[in-house]
């Protein structure tokens, strides 16, 4: 600890010596905390898939299937000598497209292959009741990460200019000439510049509870006259559908001016570069490099991921959960998933007796508060039950004629076809939406539930080695904070069962979105070095860490061995990070989290109890004045 900064930025008294050393790879845009996991995570499971390799005794059917994609993956001499060959099933089907009556008769195909159309479809849970599923439909997302992008001139003009020369390099890979190239890419991106004001920005979608627009089929039939929405709906179901639910109604309501016969051209190269874009990392070595180009531009990544790392990725992300679940069962076990779960449920009983105390809630708030604590279920370390769609998959090999390509379509079938047919039907709850090898966690607002993977459960958040204090600022904290996303916001319109419902008192969500506006002015326009922070992107993730420390602090100090500093040092340590200038810049339009600087500092700045134990004075940088603190769980 580096003392003399504690009260000026104790972000790098905590964290200085490691700013100072940290090393970003060069095939990531950061390094932090939850990276450094990651890749601790990654030499582990490459070292298994590389054993796994050579020796197969003891795994289960889909790890053999997942080596056997890894061994097609990892073939370069096989993948630069079929070239762009296999890709041209997909460009021949796109090619033979002339009008919108001819993507008419190809889409549900495209659906199913998830081969990129302007549009689409996703089964998901119903908001309105979260134990059936329907189905939403939406735009495809725009070639720039977020709108603000396109709005602003000469951000708009830099992106593009970097979008069209690594799009550029990457089609002429495909053989296409020069003319060509420039006449796929102008017209593509004058599709894609029809979509960017149909859709929402990062802000806007920080706010997903305004993706659900239930319209009615006569409705939509009535808004796509030029292309048969809704019996492509029933088709992909193959039920009836009654009803659709409209992610952005501003692109529903300009469809047909869009979708229109006269754009079928442009729409039609918008096709090609999409898919080409998107296909490029089943190829040679050389397509999935200039494929990925845009992107490390984007976040300044200095070079693309070396072929072995590329090529286990490849194989892993397909069968990610069947690694997942192998690497928490071997690597995590059931004593420390029982000991965790324990943690968690007395995080949650802590939660249950702050809101008890509460002193801005009326006892009708409360009382649903805490029966939606006591519903709330709890998944940590590994999932008991995996999707079902693993057994499908049958991995047909180079030996038998096929390519990457082809075993992707087939895969991405099963798939689909395993959600479409989820429609109308109770979801299961057990499912989880990530691996158990990710280090991360979440709170799934429709299930009332909160996912732990085991990836998350190591140093610096969770040892046996580390204090108490430092784990409850930790992953006591990252718990925490999971729980209070079930009252941010967002998590605070879903009810105990995760359907839409407002189960507060009138006067009490007055006091909260009051409470959240504060909670935006508190972060909003905080310099970073890199950029202003977004108060009203980011509110979400702020209430959570908001509520995350507060908790996990109570409960530290009720465990008998409460350090201070030890909690608060901690809590800091996980939010080290050290990232490209370009990334920063990217995360602050597009990210929900705020930056970590900020999540370390202005959450601590924010808390009495660390003003009082470093005696933070108005002269300090860490100073906040009382009647400015936002608590809010
Ligand atoms: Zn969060």
């Known amino acids: 600890m580096r003392k003399e900064q504690i009260k000026t930025n104790y972000y790098e008294a905590v964290n200085g010596e490691w700013l100072e050393n940290a090393v970003i790879p060069g095939d990531q845009p950061s390094i932090s905390a939850f990276l450094e996991l990651h890749l601790g995570i990654e030499k582990t499971l490459m070292d298994l898939t590389s054993t796994w390799e050579k020796d197969q005794t003891g795994l289960n059917d889909n790890l053999k299937k997942f080596i056997k994609l890894y061994q097609m993956t990892k073939d370069f001499d096989k993948r630069n000598e079929l070239g762009t060959k296999p890709f041209q099933v997909i460009l021949d089907k796109i090619n033979k497209l002339n009008s919108l009556k001819d993507l008419d008769i190809k889409f549900d195909e495209f659906a199913l292959e998830s081969i990129e159309t302007p549009f689409g479809f996703a089964v998901m849970q119903d908001f309105m009741n979260s134990n059936n599923q329907v189905l939403y439909f939406g735009a495809s997302d725009l070639f720039l990460p977020d709108t603000s992008y396109y709005k602003d001139e000469k951000s708009k003009e830099q992106l593009i200019g970097l979008f069209t020369a690594t799009t550029t390099q990457l089609l002429s890979l495909f053989g296409f000439s020069k003319e060509e190239i420039e006449k796929l890419i102008s017209e593509a991106l004058a599709f894609d510049a029809l979509l960017v004001p149909v859709t929402k920005s990062s802000v806007e979608k920080a706010d997903y509870v305004k993706m659900y627009n239930p319209l009615k089929k006569a409705e939509v039939e009535k808004l796509t006259q030029n292309f048969p929405v809704m019996s492509h709906a029933e088709k992909l179901v193959k039920q009836e559908v009654d009803q659709l639910i409209i992610t952005n109604l501003d692109f529903i309501n300009a469809f047909d001016s869009i979708i229109d016969e006269k754009n079928f051209k442009i729409m039609k190269s918008w096709m090609i570069v999409s898919n080409i874009l998107q296909f490029s990392s089943d190829l040679t070595d050389e397509i999935r490099v200039a494929g990925g180009a845009f992107g490390r531009a984007l976040s300044g990544t200095k070079e693309a991921r070396s072929k072995e790392k590329f090529a286990f990725y490849q194989a892993y992300n397909r069968f990610s959960q069947v690694v997942g679940l192998f690497y928490g069962e071997n690597y995590f076990g059931p004593v420390a998933k029982n000991d965790v779960k324990t943690m968690v449920h007395e995080m949650i009983g802590i939660y249950k007796e702050r809101i008890t105390d509460n002193t801005w809630l009326n006892e009708k708030t409360k009382e649903k508060a805490i029966k939606k604590l006591s519903t709330l279920t709890v998944h940590v370390g590994y999932p008991d039950e995996l999707p079902p769609y693993y057994d499908q998959f049958e991995i047909k090999g180079y030996e038998n004629g096929s390519d990457l390509i082809q075993e ?220 400015k603190m936002v608590s809010i769980w």
């Open 408 to 627: 992707k379509l087939a895969m991405t079938k099963i798939v689909s076809a395993f959600n479409f047919e989820k429609y109308n039907k109770e979801p299961n709850k057990n499912i989880w939406g990530m691996p158990a090898s990710m280090v991360n966690a979440y709170y799934s607002p429709t299930n009332n539930q909160i996912v732990f993977p085991a990836a998350i459960l190591q140093r610096p958040y969770y040892s046996i080695d580390q204090t108490p204090s430092e784990n409850y600022g930790g992953i006591g904290a990252v718990m925490a904070h999971e729980i209070s996303h079930a009252f941010d916001n967002n998590g605070a319109k879903f009810d105990e069962t995760g359907s839409l419902n407002n189960w507060w008192t009138e006067e009490d969500l007055e006091a909260f979105n009051q409470k959240a506006k504060d909670m935006i002015a508190l972060f909003d326009g905080v310099e970073t070095g890199f950029g202003p922070c977004n108060g009203t992107l980011t509110v979400s993730e702020n209430i959570a860490d908001s509520g995350g420390i507060r908790c996990a602090l109570e409960a530290s100090k009720k465990n008998g061995h409460h350090s201070d500093e030890e909690f608060f040092a901690n809590w800091a340590r996980v939010w080290r990070s050290k990232a490209s200038t370009e990334y920063r810049q990217l995360l602050l339009r597009v990210d929900v989290h705020g930056p970590s600087i900020l999540r370390a500092n202005m959450q601590l700045s924010n808390l009495p109890e660390f003003q009082e134990f470093y005696q933070i004075k108005e002269s300090d940088q860490m100073y906040l004045p009382k009647e």
